[in-house]
């Protein structure tokens, strides 16, 4: 009877213990969670199930179950995963793989790098792309043909500088191109020539580069598939669980890499890509036959462009460059084809988001995503100016008052901001990367890198919004310091606002029951060490669906 009663009180202990409701998979206890929910914006403990957040508190009591996994996180910080709102992500795996010139600091160190890395390629005179070289960091002479033929041992070169708008081909290149001093400047480009004798230099700015890209061999699938896993793998290592990529010139190329990996069961991070904007009947069609994809990889935007690059001298503003007083910039679409464009891509209930840089861009943009709204009737469109970087005062309020996203980048804040004011003066840098501004103004701001113009480190651009100090440490305080924002302010912008940006508010950049489940672990606590030093904080393990994919 005895042995009858001990068994029946062990019978009901173990019942009575088992959880009541549904049993995580995971567990991670023992963190600093900073949910980004403002209804329950901190807590210690997350668990996970099947993909999704199952709970967020300070106890799992009710939770576990025998199988499932304790994650101690040792109270480090757990933040949703980082959105990047702007990558050429596929680029960014050729990168990867390609020449580095973007730390060259003289122009013999420019040559020496690209001479070592055609010296270590097979004799087969494949392509020397990438680079994302700066001349502004041997003072601002641009590089020259000159420099390169002699060490580039057969092969075709043609690197580009870090923001995409120029690039410096050798003569091999011109001549496959067929490039001479007779050549015109194509509408949106310029052919840069020697003053003294009209030859090329090798330096095509913005359209003039699509001169080149009709004798550039096609990359093989193989090629593009394997670049796809170094940018994934590059990714997943900084915390970075989804990316919008905005490369409007592979766009259909790119979609396509990325729906062979999804149907491989090989794409362990979310993508949202766009296409360009000239193909938006296409990408309607496309749309209609095939859906907008899943959380994993959706389609459905569309990429155009305004203007240029501060740092090429192709931003286009309303007054002439201080250092170039002889041109204000250029376009780099026809305005009355781009306004179409839009206008109809709109009709069609596609997300539209256009690169404009300078002053006058991204007003005229401004007035061509008012007139898309009147025309076109009140909806949820989430217009979207990638960049915005110099804006006049008045635009400033505008992005609220219209609804547009302004989709900026903060790392360049820092990296431009070492040269910017001998390019626009004083007074327009005042407004220039107005990131408090926009705020204070109720603007919708969302941040991301543009890799590979800039770093894919989302933790660089928390240190770049929220110091405001250049690479060159010539501002402790910040440059333009009145434009900085807290900690906090850029995590949001990272997490939450691009969650938006991209329609995914309801189910990503928050750590709340429902939500997907991505996030990351950091070494160290953002709130807790000075803004200086969150450049040096590191990922520690990033999480997807519920899985680790990443763990240092």
Known sequence: MRLLILLVFASLTFYACQPSGPVADTIYHNARIWTGDSKQPSASVLGVKDGKVLFVGEDYEGYQGPETELIDVEGRLLIPGFIDNHTHFLEGGFQLASVELRSAQTP?????????????????GRWITGGNWDHEAWGGELPRREWIDSVSAGHPVFVS???????????QVLELAGITRDTPDPQGGTIVKDTQTGEPTGILKDEAMSLVYPVMPDRTEAELDEALQRA?????????TQVHDVSSFGGWTDLAT????????????????????????????YVAENGTGDDILRWGALKGFVDGSLGSTTAWFYDPYDDEPETSGLLVSDTLELRKWILAADSAGLQ????????RANDWLLGVYAEAIEKNGQRDRRFRIEHAQHLTREAIPRFAQLGVIPSMQPYHAIDDGRWAEKRIGPERIKTTYPFRSLLDAGAPLTFGSDWTVAPLNSLEGIYAAATRRTLDG???GGWVPQEKIS??????????ANAYAGFQEDKLGKLKEGHLADFVILSDNLFEI???????VEVVRTVVNGEAVYVR
């Open 258 to 285: 990325y729906r062979r990996a999804h149907e491989k069961g090989e794409l362990p991070m979310r993508i949202y890509s766009f296409v360009p904007i000239s193909s938006w009947g296409r990408l309607a069609d």
């Open 232 to 240: 994934v793998q590059h990714a997943l290592s900084l915390g970075v």
């Open 108 to 124: 013999a160190e420019f040559i020496q790098r690209l001479a070592n890395f055609a010296g270590q390629l097979p004799d087969d």
């Open 487 to 496: 900690v906090e302010e850029a995590l949001r912008c990272y997490t939450d």
């Open 161 to 171: 500088r870090l923001d995409g708008h120029m690039a410096l081909a050798n003569t």
């Open 474 to 476: 010539a501002n402790p």
């Open 352 to 359: 539209i988001g256009v690169h404009a840089i300078g002053d």
């Open 530 to 536: 000075p803004p200086e030093q969150i450049k040096d």
